[in-house]
């Protein structure tokens, strides 16, 4: 069947309020132009991120309700970490509230002053808590991910001429750990290859030097392992994530993503002295190391999520969702950042909007024109996010000017996803008439959370 279908079927629904042009006119105006102040009600198709906004499966709702919210040792505790070490394999689980306070005690206890700490691409959340702790976060894409029109299947994979010059240059001592994201989130939802994360190990542990996978999006990387990698067609999904992970030394992970989890993360490692300074600070900053900032109700959701995430016919939708996303784009020549990913479409806003200069933003610009047209909610990747210098408060165009359309797990069906193909070709056929944008005002940190615009 080329049909392609939701494997689930909706048990509950939430509405959505649907909206005129000329109120979603009124309503971006009352929002300064900026999406993140719209009210979430105001939206028809919210693919601001697919961080948290999952829906949870009737298994996960039931497991909640079994939830034991013991203080110590809580029952909810065990299924939690046995489903965790199952599948990642780590020796020492450490649950936390979020990715972020997962990165947070990691690097609280490995960064110093004078570390380097190269990735494929940091999260912006692992960056800044790199920067935090005074350590250096290099990033050290491929040559392709920076090509928008290469079809190179492992666009986020780590370059490893670099990675080895790195290593060579600064020395082992001066890198405590060597990071690498799957899928690449910043780097446009990209999976890296079985073989790039072979050849990493083989590089960190040749030089003693402990290896993490920053995993939010693991389940996504695994199946496209098993899609696109030779020799893994019949290795289950499962059996490929148990052997990306059996290569690292440890991990950190967000359970707002492949975990179908509205709140949540860990830290793992097999180092147990390690684990034991990690709890130390978690029992500061998050709780008791049992618990770590979670309810007992959440570690079961998180429990169950993780082993309905490596579902191989949910994952099989989820990638053939976003891949037709992007087809439907690509046959009506809209510029669209190829392959598809896991977990976004990725519209390039500089060639869709030509006439726009970088710093009157287009991709804002294209957020604010999607939303009038249909109520789609998206978020701009380029200058507005990553324009200004915090430091110099200078502004430069950044690398690339992206629109990134995040798309909820199990949330939207295909119909919806017809609407936003619509909605992006409605846009698309006026695109000339659309105008730049300027920044009234905007703080010198995190700007595109809060700033306030106007057409030029
Ligand atoms: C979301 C994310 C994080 C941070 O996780 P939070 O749960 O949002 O704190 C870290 N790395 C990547 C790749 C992510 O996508």
Same mark, same amino acid.
């Given at each position: ?72 040792? $809580? ?5 939690f970490r046995d489903t965790v070490k199952d599948i990642f ?51 050290? /894409? ?25 290593? $060579? ?6 890198? /405590? ?32 030097? /402990? ?10 990387? #695994? ?12 290795? /289950?999904?499962? =059996?490929? %994530? ?6 690292? =030394? ?24 390690? $684990? ?71 519209? =390039? ?17 294209? #957020? ?54 619509? %909605? ?26 809060? $700033? ?5």
């Amino acid at each position: 069947m080329k049909t392609i279908i939701e494997p689930f079927k909706i048990k509950m629904v939430e509405p959505i309020k649907l909206t005129t042009r000329g109120e979603r006119v009124q309503m971006i105006e009352a929002a300064k132009f900026n999406p993140f102040r719209l009210r979430a009600e105001d939206v028809i198709i919210d693919l601001l991120t697919d961080s948290g906004t999952s829906a949870m499966s009737s298994e996960a709702w039931a497991a909640m309700m079994r939830g034991d919210e013991s203080y110590a040792g $809580a029952r909810s505790w065990y299924r939690f970490r046995d489903t965790v070490k199952d599948i990642f394999g780590f020796e020492q689980v450490i649950p936390t509230h979020q990715g972020r306070a997962a990165e947070h005690i990691l690097f609280g206890v490995m960064v110093k002053a004078d570390s380097v700490i190269p990735n494929n691409t940091h999260f912006d959340t692992t960056r800044a808590n790199i920067e935090f702790c005074g350590g250096e976060a290099v990033d050290l /894409p491929c040559a392709e991910a920076d090509d928008l029109d290469s079809s190179y299947p492992f666009k986020g994979n780590m370059d490893i001429e670099a990675l080895e010059k790195l290593v $060579a240059e600064m020395g082992p001592e001066h890198i /405590p750990l060597i990071m690498v994201t799957v899928t690449n989130n910043s780097g446009g939802g990209q999976p890296v290859s079985m073989a790039n994360i072979r050849e990493i190990s083989r590089i960190a542990r040749g030089a003693g030097i /402990p290896f993490y996978l920053d995993a939010c999006r693991f389940a996504e990387n #695994a199946h496209f392992i098993k899609r696109r990698e030779p020799g893994f067609e019949t290795t /289950p999904t499962i =059996d490929i %994530a148990r052997e990306m992970f059996s290569y690292a =030394d440890g991990c950190t992970m967000s359970a707002k993503k492949d975990a179908f989890a509205n709140i949540g993360g860990f830290l793992c490692t097999n180092d147990a002295e390690l $684990a034991h300074r990690e709890r130390n600070i978690l029992i500061l900053t998050e709780g008791f190391p049992t618990y770590g900032g979670l309810a007992g109700r959440d570690l079961d959701a998180i429990a169950v999520g993780l082993c309905e995430i490596l579902d191989e016919h949910y994952l099989d939708f989820r990638l053939r969702s976003t891949r037709y996303v992007v087809r439907h784009l690509l046959e009506a020549g809209i510029p669209v950042l190829a392959p598809a990913g896991g977990h976004a479409v990725y519209i =390039d806003a500089h060639r869709f909007l030509p006439h726009i200069e970088p710093l009157q933003y287009p991709g804002q610009a294209l #957020a604010v024109e999607l939303y009038i047209e249909a109520g789609v909610r998206s978020v701009e990747i380029g200058s507005v996010m990553f324009g200004l210098d915090p430091h110099t408060g200078e502004e430069h165009p950044a690398r690339l000017e992206l629109l990134r359309l995040a798309i909820p797990r199990r949330v939207y069906t295909q119909s919806h996803m017809d609407y936003v193909i619509e %909605a992006i070709n409605l846009v698309w056929e006026r695109r000339e008439k659309v105008r730049g944008m300027r920044i009234v005002e905007a703080p010198q940190f995190l700007r595109h959370f809060t $700033a306030e615009f106007e057409r030029v």
